[in-house]
Nanobody, 124 residues
Framework: QVQLVESGGGLVQAGGSLRLSCAASGRSFSRYAMGWFRQPPGKEREFVATISFSGGTTDYADSVKGRFTISRDNAKNTVYLQMNSLKPEDTAVYYC?????????????????WGQGTQVTVSS
């Protein structure tokens, strides 16, 4: 069972930037897609971004496209989420997740392991 630990969350003003990191344990990190999801206050968990096992394929929710960038460093067993031009509606707990194969869609059912989450708060 892989363990995923997110970091990098915090409080930022609207228009600012944050970079989230997710460190994974285990030797098979490079064989699986990774993803980021978020859960805004009082709402259900929603898809943010996915990246394939090699990093060659990425996908984003429409709400973050052009502002967020997902990337990975397989040598460091780490996936990142660079968040720019943050908006108050980006406020949420952000979770990273490991997929069950080389690729993953935005469906939570494609992911088998989840981190504990990191809080991102964007003030207006």
């Amino acid at each position: 069972q892989v363990q995923l630990v997110e970091s990098g969350g915090g409080l930022v003003q609207a228009g600012g930037s944050l970079r989230l990191s997710c460190a994974a344990s285990g030797r098979s990190f490079s064989r699986y897609a990774m993803g980021w999801f978020r859960q805004p206050p009082g709402k259900e968990r929603e898809f943010v971004a996915t990246i394939s096992f090699s990093g060659g394929t990425t996908d984003y929710a429409d709400s973050v496209k052009g502002r967020f960038t997902i990337s990975r460093d397989n040598a460091k067993n780490t996936v990142y989420l660079q968040m720019n031009s943050l908006k108050p509606e980006d406020t949420a707990v952000y979770y990273c997740a490991q997929g069950g194969g080389f690729y993953a869609t935005g469906s939570p059912s494609d992911f088998r392991s989840w981190g504990q989450g990191t809080q991102v708060t964007v003030s207006s």
